[in-house]
């Protein structure tokens, strides 16, 4: 009885240690479904002011500086966990980022501080009038493109 309570301990001991491990370190697939979760925000918010922005939505500058604040938050997440090595087109399942993100990490920076930035120009002008939004609409839409085209596989 004394053995099995031993071997019952230390496989709990592991299972902790083990548990603790994953949690420090996602793997790919978790971080693979957290980064597209973040592409999907930005799609959603980048949709509302876009709509504005072409005339499809009435502006509200309420609505329009909400998803220029939500743009913000987004782009201020730490990259580092969601884009692990080992997480692109071919090494890991539903995914369309290229391995050339991994191969220029300095490139891929700049274009993700281009989409800080023109998130913060989105977020000055959301809400101060459409003419801003349709002004600031081109920085914004210019950083994703950027990002897509060096990085992301086309469907």
């Given amino acids: 009885m004394k053995l099995f309570r031993l071997a019952a301990a230390a496989a709990l001991a592991v299972a902790t240690v083990g548990l603790s491990a994953a949690a420090a370190n996602p793997s790919i697939e978790n971080a693979v479904r957290a980064r597209k979760a973040q592409m999907q925000l ?5 949709g509302v002011i876009g709509a504005m922005a072409q005339g499809n939505a009435t502006y509200d500058a309420a609505t329009a500086q909400s998803a220029a604040d939500n743009l913000v938050a987004l782009a201020s997440l730490s990259k ?24 220029n990490l300095d490139d891929f920076a700049t274009k993700y501080a281009a989409l800080g930035a023109g998130a913060a120009a989105m977020q000055a002008a959301a809400g101060g009038g459409l003419d801003g939004v349709k002004a600031a609409m081109g920085g914004l839409a210019g950083a994703c493109s950027a990002c897509h085209q060096s990085y992301r596989q086309p469907q």
């Fill in 80 to 103: 580092t966990i969601q884009w692990p090595a080992g997480s692109h087109v071919g090494a890991a399942a539903d995914t369309r980022a290229l391995p050339a993100l991994w191969e």
């Fill in 42 to 46: 930005y799609a959603f918010n980048l």
